[in-house]
């Protein structure tokens, strides 16, 4: 038992509480490292905001959060986007309380300052009283907004560098095949968003969204309910008998990599050509017959972008942290371009099976989360309550920026964890510790 | 609103009691007795006037998706409700909304306590109205649809493993 409280290492000592094949349980419960997170990764790093697709038209806008800071994504009148705290500079009422909308302009409830799309104070009501410049008193912005392939990301610090050295080339990747299921190369987020709450820390979905060693026991259920999936197929076969990787690249961006798995075309979307025709004729034709059938047979990546975007197949999820102890892992169906619309029915209801709180695979998810969290609960910084992450460390392999292993081994747990030791403790540049 | 005869408003409502509290106590093999073979059971994203699969639910299952989460649920180690929630729900304002032939779209409103007894512990508070749509068979009254609109689908959910 540690109860030499004195001698014990610091609670924002992440370099300890970080290691090789272990890490400490206090840092999903600890509201001081949540201070932390909130500053390091979510201030001062870039974070997915949502897509572009979701505001096609000029005034649409979309509420999200960076972090815990609220912000909205809205289509600009010269066609850009911009990100924007949803807090009016005045007094900081919330501007836009609900999910998402289309205005002209944003008007504050309160005293009625008026905001342009952009975030530009366009006017307030009796200016005479104001002796300030009204120019400098627009909405809060992001230093930094950029996107990847309609991707958009935010910086709040602004002094993260640039988007593409944040995804480097595993996240760039990772997108490029997620952008490619669409045979225009633009996917669209059209189908609405469903919150999952759960009480449990953020860094429980990063790890569970990755997490090959579980499919066997936490979705057990689901195996016996429909033993054709293609889970089944791929991920219950045991150890040792799938074929399937786990994958860490630099920059903490994960992958549960099923594409050796797959023994028969579009196995991932759980059908056959005959039943999808005319989305993969238009594959063909964007991309020409041997790359249409490279991404017909490997399908979407399921992966993470550091910290808070989930590739998840065909959906995209965001991973948002609330408090230490609540998280809303929100999803979207990933939509397709360029096809008919039978593909992107069957897409929804794909989505509606595999995620979200009454879907047949997070709901576990979700309660081992939660047990996991409760049993961390006022864990402090000793000898007890360590997470052990070991498994496959002996047996990974790596080269050209990434770390490979069996399926079930914990290899994305500890790129994921490795990554945010390095953010955390303010080492990211220092390439010591990267694969 | 639908005008009834007595007995059959009666046996509507003794219809949506038997199907709330066969839910409320996780009697899944008899809950599922009471549905069509053509059953459709929706839980939207916000109220419910949009065509199913066009944009996503959380809940959109037909009578073979409704099966396969019968089917998990009986499996004993569907997590999410082993243990089964403690549940108990109160339904009112039963309106006959239409009767066309042997069909009955009935309203009601539900409030629905929930122990999440899994992981947190916490009581969980559920509302919202349901829309059922009856059938009228020799084997008697059955399931073709239950539309479930809950007061605050726009904001995120806990786990719904159940059926609610």
């Not at chain 1, 289509?75 to 205005?103: E, F, K, M, W, Y």
């Not at chain 1, 910086?155 to 490619?180: E, K």
């Given at each position: 038992?540690?109860?030499?409280v004195?001698?014990?290492?610091?609670?924002?000592?992440?370099?300890?509480?970080?290691?090789?094949?272990?890490?400490?349980g206090?840092?999903?419960?600890?509201?001081?490292?949540?201070?932390?997170?909130?500053?390091?990764?979510?201030?001062?790093?870039?974070?997915?905001?949502?897509?572009?697709?979701?505001?096609?038209?000029?005034?649409?806008?979309v509420?999200?959060?960076?972090?815990?800071e609220?912000?909205?994504?809205?289509?600009?009148?010269?066609?850009?986007?911009?990100?924007?705290?949803?807090?009016?500079?005045?007094?900081?009422?919330?501007?836009?309380?609900?999910?998402?909308?289309?205005h002209?302009?944003?008007?504050?409830?309160?005293?009625g300052?008026?905001?342009?799309?952009?975030?530009?104070?366009?006017?307030?009501?009796?200016?005479?009283?104001?002796?300030?410049?009204t120019?400098?008193?627009?909405?809060?912005?992001?230093?930094?907004?950029?996107?990847?392939?309609?991707?958009?990301?935010?910086?709040r610090?602004?002094?993260?560098?640039p988007l593409?050295?944040h995804?480097?080339?595993?996240?760039?990747?990772?997108?490029?095949?997620?952008?490619?299921?669409?045979?225009?190369?633009?996917?669209?987020l059209?189908?609405?968003?469903?919150?999952?709450?759960?009480d449990?820390?953020?860094?429980?979905?990063?790890?569970?969204?990755?997490?090959?060693?579980?499919?066997?026991?936490?979705h057990?259920?689901?195996?016996r309910?429909?033993?054709d999936?293609?889970?089944?197929?791929?991920v219950?076969?045991?150890?040792?008998?799938?074929?399937?990787?786990?994958?860490?690249?630099?920059?903490?961006?994960?992958?549960?990599?099923?594409?050796?798995?797959?023994?028969?075309?579009?196995?991932?979307?759980?059908?056959?050509?005959?039943?999808?025709?005319?989305?993969?004729?238009?594959?063909?034709?964007?991309?020409?017959?041997?790359?249409?059938?490279?991404?017909?047979?490997d399908?979407?990546p399921?992966?993470?972008?550091?910290?808070?975007?989930?590739?998840?197949?065909?959906?995209?999820?965001?991973?948002e942290p609330?408090?230490?102890?609540?998280?809303?892992?929100?999803?979207?169906?990933?939509?397709?371009?360029?096809?008919?619309?039978?593909?992107?029915?069957?897409l929804?209801?794909?989505?509606?099976?595999?995620?979200?709180?009454?879907?047949?695979?997070?709901?576990?998810?979700?309660?081992?989360?939660?047990?996991?969290?409760?049993?961390?609960?006022?864990?402090?910084?000793g000898?007890?309550?360590?997470?052990?992450?070991?498994?496959?460390?002996?047996?990974?392999?790596?080269?050209?920026?990434?770390?490979?292993?069996?399926i079930?081994?914990?290899?994305?747990?500890?790129g994921?964890?490795?990554h945010?030791?390095d953010v955390?403790?303010?080492?990211?540049?220092?390439?010591?510790?990267?694969? | 609103?639908?005008?009834?005869?007595?007995?059959?408003?009666?046996?509507?409502?003794?219809?949506?009691?038997?199907?709330?509290?066969?839910?409320?106590?996780?009697?899944?093999?008899?809950?599922?007795?009471?549905?069509?073979d053509?059953m459709?059971?929706?839980?939207?994203?916000?109220?419910?006037?949009?065509?199913?699969?066009?944009?996503?639910?959380?809940?959109?299952?037909?009578?073979?998706?409704?099966?396969?989460?019968?089917?998990?649920?009986?499996?004993?180690?569907?997590?999410?409700?082993?243990?089964?929630?403690?549940?108990?729900?109160?339904?009112?304002?039963?309106?006959?909304?239409?009767?066309?032939?042997d069909?009955?779209?009935?309203?009601?409103?539900?409030?629905?306590?929930?122990?999440?007894?899994?992981?947190?512990?916490?009581?969980?508070?559920?509302?919202?109205?349901?829309?059922?749509?009856?059938?009228?068979?020799?084997?008697?009254?059955?399931m073709?649809?239950?539309?479930?609109?809950?007061?605050?689908?726009?904001?995120?959910?806990?786990?719904?493993?159940?059926?609610?």
């Amino acid at each position: 038992m540690a109860l030499t409280v004195q001698s014990s290492p610091a609670s924002n000592d992440y370099q300890h509480l970080v290691q090789e094949d272990r890490i400490h349980g206090s840092l999903y419960t600890d509201p001081a490292v949540f201070a932390d997170e909130m500053q390091r990764i979510y201030t001062d790093g870039w974070v997915f905001v949502g897509h572009e697709s979701e505001v096609p038209e000029v005034g649409d806008w979309v509420s999200r959060r960076l972090g815990t800071e609220p912000v909205l994504m809205v289509r600009n009148r010269d066609g850009a986007i911009s990100v924007v705290a949803n807090r009016c500079a005045h007094r900081g009422t919330t501007l836009c309380p609900q999910n998402d909308g289309n205005h002209r302009n944003f008007r504050c409830a309160y005293h009625g300052w008026t905001y342009d799309l952009d975030g530009t104070l366009l006017g307030v009501p009796g200016p005479k009283g104001f002796h300030k410049d009204t120019a400098d008193l627009g909405l809060d912005r992001p230093g930094q907004v950029d996107d990847y392939r309609g991707f958009v990301f935010a910086n709040r610090s602004g002094a993260a560098g640039p988007l593409s050295d944040h995804l480097g080339a595993g996240g760039t990747d990772l997108i490029d095949r997620t952008s490619n299921m669409s045979p225009t190369g633009s996917v669209r987020l059209s189908a609405g968003w469903i919150g999952q709450h759960i009480d449990s820390n953020w860094k429980m979905w990063p790890e569970s969204d990755n997490d090959g060693y579980h499919l066997n026991l936490t979705h057990a259920s689901m195996a016996r309910a429909v033993p054709d999936t293609y889970y089944d197929e791929i991920v219950m076969t045991g150890e040792d008998a799938s074929a399937s990787v786990t994958r860490a690249y630099d920059g903490g961006h994960v992958e549960l990599d099923f594409r050796r798995s797959y023994t028969t075309e579009l196995a991932w979307l759980g059908t056959t050509r005959e039943k999808v025709a005319d989305y993969c004729e238009a594959l063909e034709g964007s991309y020409g017959p041997e790359k249409a059938k490279t991404i017909m047979w490997d399908g979407p990546p399921h992966a993470l972008v550091f910290p808070n975007l989930f590739l998840a197949e065909m959906n995209i999820a965001r991973i948002e942290p609330v408090s230490p102890g609540v998280t809303v892992h929100h999803h979207t169906p990933l939509l397709v371009e360029g096809t008919d619309e039978s593909v992107n029915r069957r897409l929804v209801l794909q989505s509606e099976a595999a995620m979200g709180p009454a879907s047949f695979f997070l709901t576990d998810d979700a309660v081992i989360a939660e047990r996991m969290h409760r049993a961390f609960e006022g864990a402090a910084v000793g000898d007890d309550g360590w997470v052990d992450l070991s498994r496959g460390l002996e047996r990974e392999q790596s080269a050209d920026g990434q770390r490979w292993s069996d399926i079930t081994d914990e290899t994305t747990n500890r790129g994921f964890w490795h990554h945010y030791r390095d953010v955390m403790a303010g080492v990211v540049g220092d390439r010591h510790n990267r694969v | 609103m639908a005008t009834l005869d007595e007995p059959t408003r009666r046996d509507i409502e003794a219809f949506v009691y038997l199907e709330a509290r066969l839910a409320d106590e996780s009697r899944y093999d008899e809950w599922e007795a009471l549905v069509t073979d053509d059953m459709h059971y929706w839980v939207p994203f916000g109220p419910g006037d949009y065509e199913p699969g066009t944009r996503v639910s959380y809940i959109n299952d037909n009578r073979a998706r409704l099966g396969t989460r019968i089917r998990q649920l009986a499996t004993g180690v569907h997590h999410a409700q082993d243990p089964p929630s403690s549940m108990r729900r109160v339904v009112s304002n039963i309106e006959i909304l239409s009767a066309e032939g042997d069909e009955f779209e009935v309203g009601s409103n539900f409030v629905l306590y929930e122990h999440a007894v899994q992981a947190t512990g916490h009581l969980r508070l559920w509302a919202g109205r349901a829309t059922h749509r009856l059938r009228r068979t020799s084997d008697g009254l059955r399931m073709a649809a239950k539309k479930v609109e809950l007061v605050n689908s726009t904001s995120p959910l806990p786990n719904l493993p159940f059926i609610i």
